[in-house]
């Protein structure tokens, strides 16, 4: 689950701020219990506990379900959700001038994919899914949805920095998800990234994700299909680069030669030697939890 400093996510912020529902969600990572073998563990009433109980159950924590048992029906509650990660509001450096580009997740210029894959617009499959030769469809430009289980795709941007611009930083924001058919909310990948073809990183996704729907995902894709990614910033610096203010390799903005060419590129790679080859699934705008496609960002003097 991802949530961001909005009231959007106040449910969730609500329901956790709560000693009681913190020791029902411990309880609940160990197996299913029902309304009184939660009371008796806990040593409170089954009235206070299903309060409790709601009050998870609305902010999409957990989940219930009915199934038969000894005294007839009874409701065993499962958590529903594996980590929750936090998007604090995007940083801006105003000290800077600044070229943005956002491109669509199907404009990339190279690929080679291995199924489980495919490409989707907001409102169909664009080809059949599994088939890597659809990648090359003409609809690809339209797609808000890119998936694989290994390999890579390379997108490639207009450098925009004039001979007299100083490069400063440059950031890459893209929402990320592993790949697992349906999907699997535990499923570790690790994508690499390349700039200009320096291998800037690579980070380990944990999972690919549908414990909730994704806020922008269409209601024609299926619930039990990936939801929703991680949102990402990589910075490459003057110092170093990181990944959300985490250090992620020593590569420097001056590795990346920007003053020797007129393109900048990004490849993002799911490589066959990784520990966790658990694939990459892309998310553009009309898809998963941010409405953006991939977003460049050069800042300069």
């Not at 105003?94 to 943005?100: D, E, G, N, R």
């Amino acid at each position: 689950m991802q949530l961001d400093i909005s009231k959007n996510s106040l449910p969730v912020y609500e329901a956790l701020n709560s000693e009681v529902r913190l020791e029902i969600l411990q309880l609940l990572s160990e197996k299913k219990m029902n309304i009184k073998e939660l009371a008796k563990s806990l040593g409170l009433s089954s009235a206070i506990i299903t309060r409790h109980i709601q009050k998870l159950e609305e902010a999409h924590l957990i989940k219930s379900e009915k199934v038969p048992g000894k005294s007839g029906i009874q409701k065993l509650s499962y958590l529903s959700v594996d980590n929750i990660e936090i998007q604090f509001p995007q940083k801006i450096y105003h000290s800077y001038k600044l070229h943005t580009t956002e491109l669509s997740v199907g404009h990339y210029t190279d690929f080679y994919v291995k199924p489980t894959c495919g490409i989707a617009s907001t409102e169909k499959f664009i080809g059949h899914v599994d088939d890597p030769k659809y990648f090359m469809d003409t609809e690809r430009m339209n797609a808000s949805l890119v998936w694989f289980s290994e390999g890579f795709v390379e997108y490639k941007i207009p450098n925009l920095l004039t001979a007299r611009d100083k490069p400063e930083l440059l950031e890459i924001i893209i929402e990320l998800a592993s790949e697992f058919p349906n999907s699997n909310n535990v499923w570790p990948s690790d994508i690499t990234f390349y700039v200009n073809d320096i291998n800037i990183g690579t980070w380990t996704c944990p999972g690919n994700f549908s414990d909730t729907r994704g806020r922008y995902t269409p209601s024609w894709w299926e619930d039990k299909n990936s939801q929703y990614g991680l949102l990402k910033h990589i910075r490459v610096s003057q110092y170093d680069t990181c990944i959300d203010g985490n250090f992620l390799s020593d590569v420097v903005l001056k590795d990346l030669k920007l003053e020797d060419s007129n393109l900048l590129k990004l490849k993002i790679s799911v490589e066959s030697d990784a520990q966790n080859v658990g694939g990459a699934t892309i998310f553009g705008k009309g898809f998963g939890n941010h409405d953006q496609d991939i977003i460049f960002n050069l800042y300069y003097l």
